[in-house]
């Protein structure tokens, strides 16, 4: 019964940091605070692994661990960013940037959740992936003008409810021996979120920018591809037709 439990801890672990991010924020701690978020993250990443290697994959389990994510990836990236960076903006602006990026975040785990999705892909960008990025970009608030915060959020938020493909990397399973070393992996990045927040949270930005980059990229290449082979096939029509009225 207990083994059956573990992988639920890990996804209430995930909400318990998403909790104290939101926290750490309004404490004037946004590094640790971002920090907490990614290592959401890690946890996010694997409970279902444990499940499946447990056989203990449960619509409990399931329904929890969106709860958790909307409150993790989804209300604490906002609350951080707009602690950070939105409060001295127009109050109904921010409020609805704000607020827009966690209904994204529970429109795209609610779709996720009753459409499969294509095998090997999400549809939309993850709310983790999505909060992870918001998150790490708020501590660049001092480098990068708000007007391209406010634009970022609202364009991770579209992300989540757009359909274009991302690489599912869930499926990537864990043998049921290495379930022992999770704790330990755990604690250790709990160990260096606390020591180095700052430093590690703007060097995970980067591969998780990537990330979301990447679907934009592919959808957009997908796309330019389609144009060209309709164009092409009208072309071939346009011939056939001028050589049959030739003849």
Do not use: H
Not at 146 to 170: D, E, H, Q, R, W
Not at 197 to 223: C, E
């Amino acid at each position: 019964m207990i083994t059956k439990s573990i992988p639920s801890l890990l996804t209430v672990g995930n909400l318990f940091l998403g909790i104290a991010a939101i926290i750490l924020v309004f404490n004037e701690k946004p590094e640790t605070a971002a920090m907490m978020v990614i290592i959401a993250m890690l946890l996010d990443g694997v409970d279902g692994r444990v499940a499946r290697a447990l056989n203990a994959q449960s619509e409990f389990g399931k329904e929890l661990d969106s709860l958790s994510d909307v409150i993790s990836f989804g209300v604490a990236p906002a609350f951080i960013m707009y602690v950070v960076a939105f409060q001295e903006l127009n109050p109904t602006i921010a409020w609805i940037i704000t607020g827009l990026f966690p209904i994204c975040g529970a429109l795209r785990l609610a779709r996720f959740n009753v459409i499969p999705g294509k095998p090997g892909y999400f549809i939309g960008l993850p709310i983790p992936a999505a909060g992870g990025v918001l998150c790490t970009l708020a501590l660049f608030q001092d480098d990068i003008a708000v007007s391209v915060l406010l634009a970022s959020t609202l364009v991770l938020s579209l992300l989540m409810v757009s359909t274009i493909k991302y690489p599912n990397f869930k499926k990537i399973g864990i043998s049921k021996g290495a379930i022992w070393a999770i704790p330990f992996v755990v604690a250790l990045a709990i160990f260096l979120g606390i020591q180095f927040p700052d430093q590690l949270s703007k060097i995970i930005f980067v591969p998780m920018l990537l990330y979301a980059l990447y679907g934009l990229k592919k959808n957009v290449d997908g796309r330019m591809k389609k144009r060209v082979r309709k164009r092409r096939g009208k072309d071939v029509q346009d011939e056939n037709v001028q050589s049959e009225t030739t003849a």
